[in-house]
């Protein structure tokens, strides 16, 4: 029986805790800090397929790449990302309101406030490698 690396992508929650001056600098700090996450409750419906990775994790596979073909998404070395700015919803991380993120870019990192509690909170779009 042939084996499928299948790509996939799924979210957790956790909690950190973390000694900063104000709620910013620690939600800030959080967010730029380049530590390891820790470990987090998965988050129920959240799996799904990384279509992007699949002829990478299955260079060789010729169903895969009818997979892929069927469904129009191409891989390869152009980023579909590069130089699109999104709007997107998201929910403040203080009192879960919902708040409209403008002018999102890949690998930047937004400044938004909420109109609910004021608190402020940083949004980063990322593209999955």
Sequence with gaps: MPEYK???IWETSGM???EADNLKEAIRDIIEKDEPMPFGSYIEHSIRLDPGSMEFCNPENKEVKKFLQKRK???GPQNIWENTQLCAE???PV?????IVDDLELNNSVECE????????YVE?????
């Design 114 to 121: 909420c109109t609910e509690c004021s608190a402020i909170f």
């Design 125 to 129: 779009l990322r593209a999955n490698k």
């Design 73 to 75: 998404i191409k891989v």
């Design 16 to 18: 950190i805790i973390v």
């Design 95 to 99: 009192c879960n309101e919902l708040v």
């Design 90 to 92: 998201v929910d403040c």
């Design 6 to 8: 299948v790509p996939i």
